[in-house]
């Protein structure tokens, strides 16, 4: 179902940086400074803390935009520039330097990451501006940055290895930011393990690197995969898949994605937009020298990429909870990437072209679900709101945009993305395509139904709950977001995203689709034109109850349940993982330390018999002297008589 | 050997029983004492009978040790019971078991 590509595949050849671009450590350094100088100085910083926080991401932005310009200048052929800050890792043949490589696809993410990264920190100054620990979150947020940033600048798997950690730690500390909240640390604690079992197929591959190519660098790599058997470049893509299953909460490994919700809202916009969940998506496009050569991978990845985008849209659908409907739409927006990325070199400009616009729109709709928590005492639940679109107008036009861009509304930013990726899907594989129709369909009634319920209808507000509108330093993020959405479909003016991103993952033969495009782009309007008008009818139309009505379909409660994922990690890994344990702490009790311990029991228990002996009357003692020389006197005889 | 010198040793033997027998079934401390002796002189016995058959003093300079031996032994033993009387009120050696464990 796929096929090899016929035109060559790119090799990772940098130049040297120099000029602008021997800035570019500066990207990293900037927030991870920030990190530093915030967590260091402790609570001397609490006053300027979160100024200093947003300062050193914004600067990192402004040092992207610079390295992004310079990029512009530069030909087509020059467009990869490798920095080498020092040397790592040398033992024996290993030789691993912490090497930045600077090429398009880095450049859009630097640009992603450090952008809506820096809005959702202006955000946070505001939305966080009554926590006592506002000082520290900044510093998580710019660590959380600056280890995206060192993922994604990466020149070897082993520095992308670095920030992939860093993110995971990151993530941990931000989403059990509110600790003292049992359901916050066990959802940060879900997010840490879940994700560390993606991390063992993402280190296992950096080993089978190193095996088979000596490096782990990219440009070694892509220079020698097409000489690897196939059998290892099947087994790297799949490891790669795990590594990215993890991180960008793909089937099986979604779990931790919903309850990740506990954390500050900004922080789900962080993950969900700018970073965390993008990495899967980055790494598959990244590695795609390894992909392009191992279809057997690549179908793995459309598989999994198709399930999770249905799977996430479904959630979407069931939950009451704003920021979990959304959470079950980003899982199903990660899923079209993934698609794109695993459709191959057709698909990966897509892929990024999708992640960059869902990271605009998005952080735009995290953000206004915060804004709306803030205004109603932090409230999340759905059928609690209502009407809200006269009490917060600044939110709602900026959410509706958000809205418009994710169901993909002619025009807006989503259309044009997601549209390219189920036209690239048909015309790969007639089920991926419908699926990945049918998952615009649903996020057409998921995303209505999420409006309809927050922003139109009657009020439901809970008594004494007055919504009001955010202040000025969490709207203004909410309105450049919100112009992103309208606006990001730019990136495809004249095909400008593909070609600008052909030199790091090819160009796609000229293929000619068995349907044609505009036929696509119109099925697909309708299809989502439906979802839409069937959430008008289920959910407009109808009062909605206080309580979620508990006779519902076997499907609805799967939904509501996150489709058992929690359910089926319980019995297929949690389950026989206790009861391994439980085993092995009883053989241990029973087998080892019988062992160690029975000879010393042994000793004791015959010096408890001997000890009868010792029975302080001497007339005993005087019987066993008397005995002994009997016994030996009688051994002499014997002896002499013998 | 002869057959006075073995009418000796059987005295002998006959003696150490007794007196072996005694201390393995008399609980007075005093009586124990006593068989203890009646061991000892059993032995004197049975080493002057020997020296006089052989002809020479090394049985019975060896009888005069244990003598001296004996008489150091009843000194200190009949203090050692003293004190026991004085704290316990018997002279019962089964009443003084106390070291043990």
Known sequence: MIHLSEAPIPVVAPGSADGAFALLWLVIALPLAG?????????????????LGTATAVGSFVVSLVLF??????????????????????????????DLLYDPLSALFLLLITGVGSLIHVYSIGYMSHDPRRRRFFAYLNLFVAAMLVLV??????????????????????????????????AAKKAFVINRVGDIGLSLGIALMFVTFGSTS?????ALASGASQATLTTLGVLLLLGACGKSAQVPLQAWLLDAMEGPTPVSALIHAATMVTAGVYLVCRSNFVFERAPDAQTVVVVVATVTLLWGAAIGC???DIKKALAGSTMSQIGYMMLGAGLGVAGYAFAIFHLITHGFFKANMFLGAGSVMHGTDDDVDMRHYGALRGAMPVTFLTFAMGYLAIIGFPGFSGFWSKDKIIETALADSWVVGLCALLGAGVTGFYMTRLMLMTFLGEQRWRPGVHPHESPRVMTGPLVALAALSVLGGVLLAGDWIVDWLA??????????????????????VLVVAAGVALAWRLVGQ?????????????????????????AINEALVIGPGRRLVRGVVVADDRAVDGVLTGGPGLVGGIGLLLRRVQNGYVRSYAASVLGGSVVVLVALLVVNLA | MSDQTSAYVALSAVLFSIGAVGVLVRRNAIVVFMCVELMLNACNLALVAFARQHGNLEGQVAAFFVMVVAAAEVVVGLAILMTIFRTRRSASVDDASLLKL
């Open chain 1, 35 to 51: 990190a530093a100088v915030l967590l260091l100085l402790g609570r001397r910083a609490d006053a300027w803390g979160h100024l």
């Open chain 1, 69 to 98: 310009v310079s990029l512009l200048g530069r030909d087509e052929g020059e467009r990869q520039v490798a920095q080498h800050l020092w040397q790592w890792i040398s033992v024996g043949r290993l030789d691993v330097g912490l």
């Open chain 1, 153 to 186: 600048l990466a020149e070897n798997y082993l520095v992308l290895f670095l920030g992939w950690e860093g993110v995971g730690l990151a993530s941990y500390l931000l989403i059990g930011f509110w600790q003292h909240k049992h359901s916050a640390a066990a």
């Open chain 1, 218 to 222: 990219f440009t070694v790599i892509s």
């Open chain 1, 318 to 320: 069931a939950k009451d």
């Open chain 1, 503 to 524: 030199p790091v993952v090819g160009t796609a033969p000229e293929e000619h689709p068995p349907i044609p495009a505009l036929a696509v782009t119109a099925i697909a």
């Open chain 1, 542 to 566: 109808r009062p909605i109850p206080d309580v979620a009505p508990t006779q519902v379909s076997a499907l609805t409660r799967a939904a509501r349940a996150d489709l058992y994922g929690d």
